[in-house]
């Protein structure tokens, strides 16, 4: 009980310090003049279609779009499995589950080290610029004037549907798989960077896609983005 106790303790107060060291970062980068180029970061509800309408906005704009290449580029830095590493991915692990895994499983990943490795490569993705960053946290860790930070989002009787018909699901299990994506990255974006994902002022823009097609919500996208960083367009 005391080794259990003392290495709960330790993992508290190592989340403790990621989320210091995050918040530092983030307030030293918010006015850093290194960040040339514009990015844009793209939070999601499931159901929402924001990936896709991320994955359209940066092909239009001949931007990189950043989702699992982050996933295989921490698995290749830890040499792990590319499996092991999404099972992490915009998920909250609790000090038990992180006890028991570091004991029974031989690829065992510290969450902190995996955080603190997820947060560099987001901030030097947007420090590099002319990118779009889905998910992950990535308006809240990465300067809020640089960018242009969208959530995409739709009324939830309308996931449901979608749920249901792009991915073949009953509707109770749509409603299931909706809840608990919610709550993973919900709970990952309060536990590692102290924050809420639905809070209001997080966001340039908030796009509710249940009357805009794939194509209608990249273009107002992009002329939110162009409207932010016109300098950018008159070059």
Do not use: C
Request: aromatic share 10%.
């Amino acid at each position: 009980m005391r080794d259990y106790l003392s290495k709960t303790i330790n993992k508290a107060f190592g989340l403790f310090n990621l989320k210091k060291q995050v918040e530092s970062h983030w307030m030293k980068k918010q006015n850093d003049a290194l960040f040339i180029r514009p990015f844009i970061t793209v939070a999601r509800e499931p159901g929402s279609g924001g990936a896709v309408i991320a994955q359209a906005v940066a092909e239009k704009l001949g931007f990189e779009f950043v989702d699992k290449q982050l996933v295989e580029e921490i698995a290749h830095s830890v040499k792990r499995r590319k499996e092991v590493i999404e099972s992490l991915d915009e998920k909250a692990r609790s000090a038990v589950e992180n006890l028991v895994d570091s004991v029974l499983d031989p690829e065992y990943v510290n969450e902190e080290k995996y955080v603190s490795m997820l947060f560099k490569l987001i901030i030097t993705y947007a420090h590099r610029g002319r990118v779009v960053i889905l998910g992950r946290g990535a308006n809240f860790i990465t300067p809020f004037a640089k960018g242009l930070h969208v959530n995409v989002t739709a009324p939830y009787s309308v996931r449901v549907e979608r749920a249901m018909d792009f991915e073949g699901l009953n509707k109770e299990k749509a409603k299931e798989v909706i809840a608990r994506i919610e709550k993973e990255r919900s709970d990952f974006v309060k536990k590692y960077i102290n924050n809420d994902i639905k809070k209001r002022n997080a966001y340039d823009l908030t796009l509710n896609t249940t009357y805009f097609r794939i194509a209608g919500s990249r273009d107002v996208i992009i002329e939110a983005f162009k409207q932010k960083f016109l300098k950018s367009f008159e070059k």
